[in-house]
């Protein structure tokens, strides 16, 4: 069975910088577009950055310049570089995986940024 595994969360002062990391455990056919969502408390889960087979990146505006999102395919592993962290970061950050076939979600990690 196909499970995403995240890494990297935790807490962070303001300014600061966290690389989140998500592995697919298991066997995925044809993996497509990879990426990482977030929610906060009381809001929607939202789109951070998504990266698909060919290395196409898609930044939502509010972290363009700051976040770098990069994956291994021969690791099935999809990277967030975060940097200049400030308090409206902080949520749970969920890995997002879409293959030919299905489409997962990990099981989140905690971003508490502090100012």
């Known amino acids: 069975q196909v499970q995403l595994v995240e890494s990297g969360g935790g807490l962070v002062q303001a300014g600061g910088s966290l690389i989140l990391s998500c592995v697919a455990s298991g066997s995925i056919f044809m993996i497509r577009t990879m990426g990482w969502y977030r929610q906060a408390p009381g809001k929607q889960r939202e789109l951070v950055a998504v990266?698909?087979?060919?290395?196409?990146?898609n930044y939502a505006d509010f972290v363009k310049g700051r976040f770098t999102i990069s994956r291994d395919n021969a690791k099935s592993t999809v990277y967030l570089q975060m940097n200049s962290l400030n308090p409206e970061d902080t949520a749970v950050y969920f890995c997002?995986?879409?293959?030919?076939?299905?489409?997962?979600w990990g099981q989140g990690t905690q971003v508490t940024v502090s100012s």
């Open positions: 990266i698909d087979s060919g290395g196409i990146t």
């Open positions: 997002y995986v879409r293959a030919i076939t299905t489409t997962l």
